[in-house]
């Protein structure tokens, strides 16, 4: 499954993300990691989540992150959710790559079991209509 967290800056997206992230935690009967470009979150969330900073591995673009992403499913099968924050931050806001990144995410997510959870910053009417199904505005 792939969730996106959709609004304008200040919008509560990261919070809401912190509460989902905190959430898996409790009710998670794997690991749950926590992707973010770069460290601001440390305290926020729980330390049984894995956080991973974006930035320490020189990760841009869609590609990359797909690759990331999937590295992450490849290498620990006990992964049951990833949460992203700010993710134009770590893939840019190239809108018309959005539909394939996500449709690639989709297949990985029902290959190996795993949620997905993306903050977006921007209004959904920006997007790809390709992405709505994915869509959850604030």
Same mark, same amino acid.
């Given at each position: 499954?792939?969730?996106? $967290?959709? +609004?304008? #800056?200040?919008?509560?997206?990261?919070?809401?993300? =912190?509460?989902?992230? @905190?959430?898996? *935690?409790?009710?998670?009967?794997?690991?749950?990691?926590?992707?973010?470009?770069?460290?601001?979150?440390?305290?926020?969330?729980?330390?049984?989540?894995?956080?991973?900073?974006?930035?320490?591995?020189? $990760?841009? +673009?869609? #590609?990359?992150?797909?690759?990331?992403?999937?590295? =992450?499913?490849?290498? @620990?099968?006990? *992964?049951?959710?990833?949460?992203?924050?700010?993710?134009?931050?770590?893939?840019?806001?190239?809108?018309?790559?959005?539909?394939?990144?996500?449709?690639?995410?989709?297949?990985?997510?029902?290959?190996?079991?795993?949620?997905?959870?993306?903050?977006?910053?921007?209004?959904?009417?920006?997007?790809?209509?390709?992405?709505?199904?994915?869509?959850?505005?604030?």
């Amino acid at each position: 499954m792939i969730k996106l $967290i959709i +609004g304008n #800056k200040g919008a509560g997206k990261t919070k809401r993300l =912190i509460e989902m992230v @905190n959430t898996c *935690v409790e009710n998670s009967d794997g690991n749950v990691v926590c992707v973010e470009n770069e460290p601001k979150l440390t305290y926020d969330v729980s330390s049984r989540a894995r956080l991973l900073e974006t930035d320490t591995y020189a $990760i841009r +673009g869609h #590609k990359a992150f797909y690759g990331f992403l999937a590295g =992450i499913c490849a290498g @620990n099968y006990d *992964v049951t959710d990833i949460l992203v924050d700010a993710t134009f931050k770590i893939v840019g806001r190239d809108y018309n790559e959005l539909p394939q990144f996500f449709e690639m995410l989709s297949n990985l997510s029902e290959s190996s079991d795993v949620n997905f959870c993306f903050t977006i910053s921007c209004d959904k009417e920006d997007l790809p209509v390709e992405v709505f199904d994915f869509c959850e505005e604030i």
